[in-house]
């Protein structure tokens, strides 16, 4: 008899981290923008793959498939954060 894997809970950091992005993208959309006002497509690719990386993982979900499960983990919430902020920071 097998005994079924304990439930992974909440991951409170990865659950904020997807609100925030969420709250603020929706708050003002210009967040997303280069500064001359053009859409920054690769800082929305990040931001919004952190977000889902981090409601995923925070609400307690851990996908079943492998790659699925490394995509959307709480590590690469934080790193998809990461690289959007080094995206703002230093983009030309």
Do not use: E, K, Q, Y
């Not at 925030?20 to 280069?34: H, V």
């Not at 079943?64 to 499960?69: L, V």
């Not at 590590?75 to 080094?86: D, K, N, R, S």
């Amino acid at each position: 008899m097998s005994v079924p894997a304990a439930s992974p809970g909440l991951h409170l950091p990865s659950l904020a981290a997807g609100l925030a992005i969420m709250l603020a993208g929706t708050a003002d959309p210009r967040l997303l923008a280069a500064p001359p006002g053009r859409v920054d497509h690769m800082l929305a690719a990040l931001l919004f793959w952190a977000m889902s990386a981090g409601f995923v993982r925070g609400v307690g979900f851990v996908p079943g498939h492998p790659a699925a499960r490394r995509l959307l983990s709480g590590t690469v919430c934080a790193a998809a954060l990461l690289l959007a902020l080094l995206r703002v920071l230093f983009r030309s």
